[in-house]
């Protein structure tokens, strides 16, 4: 059974510019979710989907960070315009259900904000 | 929602066991347990988890306290591959994953 795929694994921009990563859950898996993990910290998750819709982005900051998994599938995240605060590793991870038991966590995409 | 508390880093020799402690002394009745790890330069990845009763797999072993406000992750043998930040993480069955959150962990060293 194939992972959680994510690309690229690693993006270096200038702070102002802009950047999207990709996630291509499990196969199956309804739900979907971002997390944000910064150096030492723990993941912190920034948004939700189950299928198309959007569960819960309530610590997803809107004004420069959006997100959409259109068909239900894979997802994108994007960061416009970005700022220094935002070099982290940007984790995606996936579960048959929202209430499932264990998640399943790609690789991450590193992003250093210059 | 209820919190966890883990010490920041433990070490330990390779091929001795390893005794990984959590705190959670709000837990509700309805909160699982869980552990996860993240190796270097990866995603977390599931370890174990359980409700009341002690737990075994082929990675781990989870012993809960008969409060539940503690519980103990085991490695039995630790070895250099299990070198990694490990986090324990409260998830009500009936509840949203994402609302459960991960603390910093603790940063295992195994030592050969």
């Known amino acids: 059974e194939a992972g959680v795929a994510q690309s690229p694994r690693y993006k270096i921009i200038e702070k102002r510019q802009s950047v999207a990563f990709w996630c291509n859950p499990i196969?199956?898996?309804?739900?979907l979710y971002w997390y944000q993990q910064i150096l030492g910290q723990g993941p912190k998750l920034l948004i939700q989907f189950q299928n198309n819709g959007v569960v819960d982005d309530s610590q997803l900051p809107k004004d420069r960070f959006s997100a959409e998994r259109l068909k239900g599938v894979d997802s994108t995240l994007k960061i416009q315009p970005a700022k220094l605060e935002d070099s982290a590793v940007y984790l995606c991870?996936?579960?048959?259900?929202?209430?499932?038991?264990?998640?399943?966590f790609g690789p991450g995409t590193r992003l250093t904000v210059l | 929602d209820a919190k966890t508390t883990q010490p920041n880093s433990m070490e330990s020799n390779e091929e001795e066991p390893v005794h990984l402690p959590c705190n959670h002394s709000t837990i509700s009745g309805t909160d699982y347990i869980h552990w996860y790890r993240q190796l270097p330069s990866q995603g977390p990845e599931y370890v174990i988890h359980?409700?009341?009763s002690n737990v075994n797999n082929r990675m781990a072993s989870l012993a809960i306290a008969e409060d539940r406000k503690s519980s103990t992750l085991i490695l039995h043998r630790a070895t250099l591959r299990d070198a990694a930040v490990y986090y324990c993480i409260l998830r009500g069955y009936n509840t949203n994953a994402g609302k459960s959150t991960f603390g910093d962990g603790t940063t295992l060293t195994v030592k050969p």
């Open positions: 359980g409700l009341t």
């Open positions: 991870a996936s579960t048959p259900g929202a209430k499932g038991n264990e998640q399943f």
């Open positions: 196969s199956g898996h309804a739900t």
